[in-house]
């Protein structure tokens, strides 16, 4: 089986312990630190999750560029979720999150920068489902990542765990993994979803 180790800490923290190159991968989702007017608005809008009782200014701090150089220190190759966000080189091998979206007021896709001198990716899966996190992204996304970018025996980083959908992908597809969440609300609702995902049923792929 592979090894899935959780951390309910800073990340920062984690990887500051941490020798060079301790990861093959990184698949990482850190917060935006979008302003409330991109993430506020008006009917269906006003009653989503991110928009409650202001939940995301618990979270929602962009990352400093130290943590850019401790996830490059930390990994061989990353993939960020939000590169357009945050002030990245230019990368070749752009990831597109085409989300199947049938509103146009909400978010049509969702880019990630790589490290990977390859083509450029496009994937389509429609994540309109029950979450746990606001930002949660599907199983099948984190899935698609590993199977593209991953090779056999390379060990996963995912500094922002939010929702556990990296970690299920990657225990499903035998990835060994290592994640750090830092709210203990979500770390605990991610334990608990990927004990009954993984553990109390058999495989999703």
């Known amino acids: 089986m592979p090894k899935t180790d959780v ?3 800073d990340c920062m923290e984690y990887m500051r312990t941490l020798p060079d190159k301790a990861f093959q991968l990184a698949i990482v989702d850190p917060p935006y630190g979008l302003d409330r007017k991109s993430t506020q608005g008006a009917g ?3 009653n989503r999750e991110l928009n409650k009782a202001d939940i995301a200014k618990r979270w929602d ?3 400093q560029a130290e943590y850019f150089d401790e996830l490059r220190r930390v990994s ?3 993939v960020i ?3 357009n966000y945050f002030d990245l080189p230019p990368c070749r091998c752009f990831v597109c999150w085409d989300k199947c979206q049938p509103w146009p007021n909400f978010s049509q896709a969702e880019f990630a920068w790589t490290s990977f001198d390859k083509p450029a990716k496009m994937f389509r899966f429609d994540n309109r489902c029950k979450k746990i996190h606001p930002t949660q ?3 099948e996304l984190y899935a698609f990542l590993l199977n593209t970018f991953a090779k056999q025996g390379d060990r996963i980083l995912d500094t922002h765990l939010g929702s556990q959908s990296s970690r299920i992908a990657a225990y499903t597809l035998g990835f060994d993994f290592v994640g750090c969440e830092i ?3 979500y770390f605990d609702l991610g334990n608990e979803r990927f004990n009954r995902d993984c553990l109390s049923q058999p495989s999703l792929f």
């Open 81 to 83: 979720w939000g590169g």
């Open 61 to 63: 701090i962009a990352p």
């Open 76 to 78: 061989e190759n990353q």
């Open 183 to 185: 709210d203990k609300e």
């Open 137 to 139: 992204k599907p199983i």
């Open 7 to 9: 951390y309910n800490v």
């Open 44 to 46: 269906k809008l006003k």
